[in-house]
């Protein structure tokens, strides 16, 4: 069973930065996605970002890109995601997930997810 505990979610400014990190209980590699999805209220869950723990191939969607990044710690069974310039739509709930096949966008993708952190931006 795959535990992940993410942390470093808050409230901000609009234009401001914050890192979240999502630790993994156990070594899932090999060929697993990690990825982030968010949920705003009212919303559906959907992809921020995800890295693939074999090679570090990293895909990120388009309203995040240029301003999110992804990235991976083997040695602490880690993974951030570092947001910068943030924005009010920005705000959700974050979770980060492991998907151990299927495609890196998709939720149904993801069989283990963590408890989520808010993060909220105001303006």
């Known amino acids: 069973q795959v535990q992940l505990v993410e942390s470093g979610g808050g409230l901000v400014q609009a234009g401001g930065s914050l890192r979240l990190s999502c630790a993994a209980s156990?070594?899932?590699?090999?060929?697993?996605?990690m990825g982030w999805f968010r949920q705003a209220p009212g919303k559906e869950r959907a992809f921020v970002a995800a890295?693939?723990?074999?090679?570090?191939?990293?895909y990120s969607a388009d309203s995040v890109k240029g301003r999110f990044t992804i990235s991976r710690d083997n040695a602490k069974n880690t993974v951030y995601l570092q947001m910068n310039s943030l924005k009010p739509e920005d705000t959700a709930v974050y979770y980060c997930?492991?998907?151990?096949?299927?495609?890196?966008?998709?939720?149904?993708?993801?069989?283990?997810w963590g408890q989520g952190t808010q993060v909220t931006v105001s303006s």
């Open positions: 997930a492991v998907a151990l096949r299927g495609t890196y966008y998709s939720v149904s993708s993801y069989e283990y």
């Open positions: 890295i693939s723990w074999r090679n570090g191939a990293t």
């Open positions: 156990v070594r899932t590699f090999g060929s697993y996605l």
